[in-house]
């Protein structure tokens, strides 16, 4: 597969209060069952020198370059598009479950309605018009974007390393930025 | 081959400073259509329509609807206003959920059981307003018109939908009154103390600030788009510090947090001006030039100690002093007070500690510090006394007096009071854009005197809520985006616009078509008050000569053009050293709060002082503040919302242990005035013998089916001035249940 450039999620983690807002518009946009969520914001509670503190990690599809769900669906319903977007095909889903038990991000799971695979598109069809995914329209601390990741990856603060989250073989295209330490 | 999320878990260490986000590259040009699905794009297709949030929310949203063939399909910040950008809240972004949920009442009801028994008979609107007019009109032929009370708050904030409407009615009726204080006031009494106002700078200079100070506030749940330009001041190297005794977001993300004991904030303000005065922080050029009473306060000051103030607050004094520290060797700073901290007894007292302790420090005056409470500068502009027709109550003046905080009094079967004294029974309360059994203070006791066969009960609403399912007569509301309004916001100056966004649903009707409607079948429309459009009620809101208003030159075609319009523009906020107080100047000697009977200087009160033994010996102070996820009793029933939780009890980790409580379980809390039943979540977000709750849950929603709700176990005590609710000055015991 060509992949001629990257787009992926940038997340300033330490701006992220856990609101839920892009869960939510997520929801709305994608038109999901209530109980299924593309993205998900947990909550860590984390050691600092003078005590806990709360971090949020807001999350979906990696949009991996090696994606662990397309390498393992016998339906072959994922593909990669040439930005990089991993997309799923539901129609060709069969609902086996492997590749919600092959994502190292519980990116997929299965839907209850349908029985169905379904997982975060970054709302292509929102990007092929020039605009953002839902998710970062609809945060209001504007702490989610998207972005070409190669050049993002390039600013001294980003890293594929933050609380909760990390690289894996999977290659994950999600940069944590951290502007302030 | 799954990788535990937590593997990650780690530290946070330092990382170097760049820019900020906004120079990504999309870099999606050779994106093709592949994976999309197209058709979800059609719901944002179709006429836009602006329409304001009139949740009790100081953001005030200015919103963009989609509508197609009359229904709504799409909220959308209205990105062209600073204050929105793209996005609302986690609320708002479900609006079309909560305007077409599944369970909205779309008929008048009639009750056709018991009170309470959940029994309803479907009658047509003439039936409605025939038995509604008769029964008052009966009562007011018995008891009085002043037996009729009107309660509501914040269902729908905007200008006709909480007064413009409703008011006119009970005016012409010459109904008791309903002092709407559940808000704000005792804090109002404390700052004007200070400055002479509450009223502060915008928000939007907060870009410019060294160090941002949010005190007993959490921003997440009540002002998340002011976030954002937090933020940006913090790219650009500004401090923020954090008081609040749970641990918010913003408390995590603080560069110091500091976790007093609850409503111990005099005291921590007190032992901040210590260490400034003591370290030379003190700004004495700006306290000679803007201020009387310094010497009184020095004096005050010093009889309070480090050790009396650590023991009280249990913030440790090595951390407090290096709050104080950053805070005053900021050039800039600003504070934004929260609404539920100075819901205590000691509101007042707590809110003028803390804006002297700013004046300490010489923070008023210049772009990029002051202090932000409540900037109703747009609302207080309007001419209420018109737009509410004040001048058609027959005995406006004298009528009896209820705080909505004490409704639960006011109602009692045997013995009504209202601050205080006994009054002449109510007979009929009409409840609309409000539910007084789930968000006032002692819910069991607001159920006892709605339960009264005597009391005559009407609900305007669109939810069959705690309080509609007690009523004699249930009448469909619209919700707000069902008629033309406009609304003010409370935080940034703005006053917007709020378009009709469809045709009212089923047989609802909105908060001014009914009372117009029932004042016509009780013969009131002789008052040409009460024959008018929408448009001549925000004309005569709008007719104001307040200099606000007049020198912007603001008008009614303004506003309906732009859409929305920032009503008040004094930059720096107080740069001219012209404060509102007697002297015109701060004043750290107050004559204003010796005359309440307060020290003039610092008043050192605690609620404890006031709580009856009983309530004062239980170990836990409970607080009930705001959630993300709801404003205060909406959202409950609106799908994508409903599943975020709402009934847990935060405890700290300690006092789990002590109790055998882990996370998860079940808990009982309770105190003299009943038990509520919750999830527990163990965390040391909370401090040792602090809980905290969300505020205005459902009883009837209760997910452990016991009807229990927070409010079950809050007091009706009024603050120490302003005659606010008290909410947090609660305290329960817990057990495992
Ligand atoms: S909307 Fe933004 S701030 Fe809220 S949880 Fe999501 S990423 Fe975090
Ligand atoms: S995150 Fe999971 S679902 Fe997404 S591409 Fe990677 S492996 Fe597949
Ligand atoms: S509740 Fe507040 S933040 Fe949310 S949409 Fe309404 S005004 Fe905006």
Redesign the pocket.
């Known amino acids: 597969m060509s992949i001629n450039q990257k787009v992926g999620f940038v ?1 300033r983690q330490e ?11 997520c929801q709305i946009h994608n038109e999901l069952p209530e109980n299924h969520r593309f ?1 998900k ?1 947990d909550r860590y509670e984390v050691q600092r020198e003078d005590g806990a503190v709360d971090v ?1 990690l ?1 999350h979906s599809c990696m949009h991996c370059e090696n994606p662990a769900c397309l390498m393992v669906c016998p339906a072959k319903a994922y593909h990669v598009r040439d930005d990089g977007i991993v997309v799923l095909d539901r129609e060709k889903c069969t609902g086996c479950g492997l590749c919600a038990s092959a994502c190292p991000y519980s990116a997929v799971s299965i839907r209850e309605d349908d029985g169905k695979a379904d997982k975060c598109n970054m709302c292509v069809e929102l990007l092929d018009r020039g605009m953002k995914p839902a ?1 970062v329209t ?7 974007d998207t972005g070409n990741i190669d050049e993002v990856l390039k600013r001294p603060s980003a890293s594929k390393e933050g609380i909760g989250y990390g690289d894996c073989i999977t290659k994950p295209n999600m940069v944590i930025i951290k502007e302030r330490a | 081959m799954k990788i535990n999320r937590r593997t990650f878990l780690q530290g946070v260490g330092a990382s170097s400073v760049v820019g900020s986000l906004s120079g990504l590259v999309p870099g999606i040009a050779t994106a093709t259509e592949r994976g999309g699905a197209p058709d979800k794009m059609l719901k944002r297709e179709g006429k836009i329509v602006y329409h304001t949030c009139q949740r009790n929310c100081a953001d005030r949203c200015l919103l963009k609807f989609t509508v197609q063939n009359g229904r709504m399909t799409y909220v959308e910040g209205a990105s062209e206003m600073k204050k929105m950008g793209t ?1 609302p809240c ?1 609320k708002g972004h479900a609006y079309v959920q909560y305007t077409y949920a599944a369970d909205r009442i779309l008929h008048p009801m009639e009750r056709a059981g018991a009170k309470g028994e959940g029994k309803w008979r479907r009658i047509s609107w003439d039936e409605a307003y025939e038995k509604i007019s008769s029964r008052l009109q009966q009562i007011i032929k018995e008891h009085g018109a002043d037996s009729i009370l009107p309660y509501s708050y914040s269902g729908h904030e905007g200008v006709i939908g909480k007064y413009g409407g409703p008011s006119r009615f009970f005016n012409a009726v010459g109904s008791r009154k309903l002092d709407r204080k559940v808000c704000v006031f005792a804090a109002y009494e404390g700052l004007k103390s200070v400055t002479g106002t509450y009223q502060g700078p915008d928000p939007y200079d907060n870009i410019y600030t060294n160090c941002y100070i949010s005190w007993g506030q959490n921003e ?1 749940a009540t002002n ?1 788009h002011g ?1 954002k330009f937090i933020n940006q001041a913090r790219d650009k190297g500004a401090k923020l510090l954090v008081v609040n005794p749970i641990r918010t ?1 913003i408390a995590s993300q603080a560069d110091i947090w500091l976790q007093p004991k609850p409503s111990t904030d005099t005291h921590l303000a007190t032992g901040i001006m210590k260490y400034l005065i003591e370290n030379d922080l003190a700004d004495t050029k700006f306290i000679e030039a803007n201020t009387i009473g310094y010497q009184d306060l020095l004096k005050r000051v010093d009889e309070m100690s480090y050790d009396e103030i650590e023991k009280v607050t249990g913030v440790p004094r090595e951390k407090m002093f290096k709050f104080a520290k950053v805070y005053g060797e900021s050039e800039l700073s600003v504070i934004r007070l929260g609404y539920g901290m100075q819901r205590n007894y000691n509101g007042a007292r707590m809110s003028r500690a803390i804006a002297m302790m700013h004046a300490v420090a010489g923070q008023y005056g210049k772009i990029g510090n002051g202090f932000v409470y409540d900037n109703t500068q747009a609302d207080d502009s309007l001419n209420y006394s018109k737009g509410r027709a004040d001048h058609i109550h027959p005995n406006g003046d004298t009528v009896g007096h209820v705080n909505m905080t004490e409704i639960a009094k006011a109602i009692h079967p045997t013995n009504p009071t209202a601050y205080g004294k006994p009054i002449k029974p109510i007979k009929a309360v009409i409840n609309y854009n409000g539910n007084f059994v789930s968000v006032a203070p002692d819910s069991n006791a607001c159920r006892l005197g709605a339960m009264r066969d005597d009391l005559f009960l009407v609900v305007h609403d669109f939810l069959m809520t705690d309080t509609a399912e007690l009523a004699d007569i249930i009448v469909p509301s619209t919700t707000q985006f069902e008629f033309p309004d406009m609304g003010t916001d409370y935080n940034c100056y703005h006053m917007q616009t709020s378009e009709k966004v469809i045709e009212p649903l089923g047989e609802s009707k909105d908060n001014w078509i009914f009372f117009k409607e029932l004042a016509a079948h009780m013969g009131l429309d002789h008052h040409p008050e009460m024959r008018v459009d929408y448009e001549q009620i925000l004309r005569d809101f709008l007719d104001t000569e307040e200099p606000a208003f007049r020198h912007n030159n603001i008008t009614y075609e303004q506003i309906i053009k732009e859409k929305f319009v920032t009503v008040y523009d004094q930059r720096p906020y107080f740069g001219d050293g012209k404060y509102k107080t007697p002297s015109g100047k701060i004043e750290f000697y107050s004559e204003m709060m010796k005359e309440a009977g307060y020290h003039p200087v610092i008043d050192f009160g605690l609620p404890e002082d006031e709580m009856i033994p009983e309530e004062k010996s239980l170990p836990f102070r409970m607080l009930s503040p705001a959630i ?1 996820q709801r404003a205060n009793s909406s959202f409950y029933n609106v799908k994508y919302i409903r599943n975020f939780p709402a009934y847990f009890a935060k405890i700290n980790t300690e006092d789990a242990k002590a109790l055998g409580i882990s996370n998860n379980d079940r808990v009982r809390l309770s105190n003299q005035r009943g038990e509520a039943f919750f999830v527990a979540q163990v965390s040391s977000q909370v401090g040792r013998g602090t809980v905290m709750a969300p505020k205005n849950n459902w009883r009837r929603m209760d997910p452990q089916g016991k009807a229990s709700c927070t409010n079950n176990l809050t007091t009706d005590k009024l603050t120490d001035m302003g005659g606010c609710s008290a909410y947090h000055s609660t305290n329960v015991a817990i057990e495992k249940a």
Do not use: H, K
Request: aromatic share 6%.
């Open positions: 997340f701006n992220c209060v856990g609101c839920g807002a892009c869960t939510v518009a993205r914001v949020w807001s998710c609809g945060c209001p601390v504007q702490c989610i | 996005s986690v997440t998340v976030i977001p993300p």
